[in-house]
């Protein structure tokens, strides 16, 4: 058990509609990293915060936004939903910009109709 | 060019025998760290071992151990003696970066463990 815990676990939405998924780090890290996982493929890097600042963006979209609170949970927020945004939503808790081991919570799946 | 590559699609393997997942990787940078995660059908990613790249010891957590060859880029994780909770998906990761670190991962190798 890593102590991150992400919310909901499963959520069906459809295109077009905007959704909110929930993280809370680790006790003790200050820094969470989102990562979407297409199927049969390996986690691409969203962004990370990092003392409620995005502190670094992989080759996503502006419709994917975040936030991170003073408590260091986190929240991604994807606009205007798409088919290929269906995925697993991983969030990772470490501490120091993701210097240290990153460990991860169990995901959200979300499918997109 | 990829950064991670994981060269096997799948792995099968006895229970109690010995498996090698290869890893080569690719980076410019003389300060990285490599990773191995284990990522079951529940779908949450475990952190297995780490290697940092100025470690002159391969890493070893358990059963778990990391082939660190740094001329070559490789980073192969060698679990011994395997057991039928092993069988799951295991990707290499490498962290990479100045200010910030994320991790970039290779595409997966999943394992199969019959008794």
């Known amino acids: 058990e890593t102590g991150v815990t992400q919310s909901p676990t499963h959520l069906i939405k459809t295109r077009g509609q905007q959704v909110t998924l929930r993280c809370s780090s680790q006790?003790?890290?200050?820094?969470v990293s989102w990562y979407q996982q297409a199927l049969g493929q390996g986690p691409q890097f969203i962004f990370q915060y990092y003392r409620e600042e995005e502190n670094g963006r992989g080759n996503f979209p502006p419709r994917f936004s975040g936030l991170q609170f003073p408590n260091y949970s986190s929240e991604l927020n994807v606009n205007a939903l798409e088919l290929d945004d269906s995925a697993l939503y991983l969030c990772?808790?470490?501490?120091?910009?993701?210097?240290?081991?990153?460990?991860f919570g169990p995901g959200t799946r979300l499918l997109v109709l | 060019a990829q950064k991670i590559t994981q060269t096997q699609p799948g792995m099968f393997v006895q229970e109690k025998e010995a498996v090698t997942l290869d890893c080569t990787y690719d980076t410019s940078d003389q300060s990285y760290g490599l990773f191995w995660y284990k990522q079951p059908s529940s779908g949450e990613m475990i952190f297995l071992i780490y290697q940092g790249s100025y470690d002159e010891q391969n890493a070893t957590e358990g059963r778990y151990s990391l082939n660190f060859q740094k001329a070559r880029k490789s980073a192969n994780l060698v679990i011994s003696a395997s057991q039928l909770g092993d069988s799951a998906m295991y990707f290499c990761?490498?962290?990479?970066?100045?200010?910030?670190?994320?991790?970039?991962f290779g595409k997966g190798t999943m394992l199969l463990v019959s008794p």
């Open positions: 990772a808790s470490s501490s120091y910009r993701g210097q240290e081991t990153q460990y």
């Open positions: 006790s003790g890290h200050n820094t």
């Open positions: 990761a490498m962290r990479e970066g100045v200010g910030y670190s994320t991790l970039t």
